[in-house]
């Protein structure tokens, strides 16, 4: 079903009400993408009943971000194509509505069956209030002719009032296509490099770290660069934003990958995996909840064979200057 209305996102333009999501039709283990992301697993359920399961999850978040007040647009995976990630969009299209000229931005991926996820025109009909003229869409996927990578939310953290990007150089995330963004879009860049407990690059950034209203979720153990370091928590204590520290082992249980979203009646809700919460001290959920309501959303198929979170689900909508 299209939306036709357009999100509030009157409070703040960090957050909105709305969000794209992609059901998970051909969902599976990538092995295209294992190399670069030690989160993923592959279990012994043959395809059909993997599948079933991330189904079943896909829309049980569906109904329970619905019934929190966000608006859900619902995209079917693209068909004839293999895409076993489609379930995270975010990495191929973001939203914008505090950049002049540009209300959607189109990013270069590294797996080959992960760039056949893209599928704006399908999105335009869903919501038809987005992005209607090409010319206000920077499409930078040119990039992957050069072997060179930037995948949306995944590898960009944003503070959208300030123009402020956070971005970890991973094999998704290549600084070159990093600078081409904000010298497209204006954004300035905090740039830095965290890894695993193995001493491996962590895969995308949004593992990492979040930046919600007034909060950030960040693991600094993860940069062992103490200049790096310092400089995220700097520029985070810049911000004037809560900072949230989580250690390795909760960055493993994806407690970096939250996202603060708004209802529609503009109350907070912050977007978590329940792996996630289980693993965020009471400590640090009674600071959460200082921002928020925390809405938990169970997917652990989603989670092992992909390698992706709760955030990694939702594309959020703002509304372009261009309709």
């Known amino acids: 079903m299209a ?3 357009t999100p509030l996102s009157t409070r703040t333009t960090q957050l909105t009400d709305i969000v794209l999501m992609v059901s998970p039709d051909s969902f599976g283990f990538n092995d295209q993408t294992a190399s670069t992301n030690t989160f993923q697993s592959k279990l012994s359920p043959d395809s059909g009943e993997i599948c079933h399961k991330a189904m079943t999850e896909f829309n049980t978040v569906v109904d329970l971000l619905r019934g929190n007040g966000i608006k859900v647009v619902v995209c079917p995976s693209r068909t004839g194509v293999n895409t076993p990630d489609a379930v995270f969009p975010n990495n191929w299209i973001s939203f914008h509505s505090e950049l002049d000229g540009i209300d959607v931005i189109l ?3 590294l797996a080959l069956n992960r760039r056949a996820e893209r599928q704006l025109d399908q999105v335009r009909r869903l919501v038809p209030w987005i992005a209607t003229d090409s010319s206000h869409v920077l499409d930078l996927t040119y990039h992957e002719q050069s072997g060179r990578f930037l995948e949306g939310t995944g590898s960009l953290v944003f503070d ?3 123009k402020v990007v956070f971005a970890h150089e991973s094999a998704r995330t290549s600084y070159q296509v990093l600078d081409d963004f904000c010298a497209k879009t204006g954004y300035r860049p905090i740039k ?3 890894y695993g407990r193995g001493g ?3 895969y995308h950034t949004n593992v990492v770290m979040s930046i919600g209203a007034e909060f950030s979720v960040v693991c600094l153990d993860a940069i062992r660069n103490t200049q790096e ?6 520029e985070l204590e810049t911000l004037g934003v809560e900072i949230i520290p989580i250690t390795l082992n909760q960055l493993y249980s994806f407690c970096g990958n939250v996202l603060d979203m708004q209802s529609i009646l503009g109350r907070n809700r912050i977007i978590m995996s329940t792996t996630a919460y289980d693993a965020f001290t009471e400590n640090q959920k009674r600071q959460l909840l200082n921002h928020g309501d925390i809405v938990p959303v169970n997917i652990p198929t989603i989670e092992t064979i992909g390698g992706g979170s709760a955030r990694c689900l939702l594309a959020e909508i703002f509304p372009g200057k261009h309709n």
Not at 229 to 234: D, L
């Open 107 to 109: 990013y270069p991926m």
């Open 200 to 202: 491996e690059s962590i």
């Open 160 to 162: 959208r009032r300030r």
């Open 229 to 234: 370091r310092h400089s995220v928590q700097g």
């Open 3 to 5: 939306i036709s209305e």
């Open 192 to 194: 830095f490099h965290a």
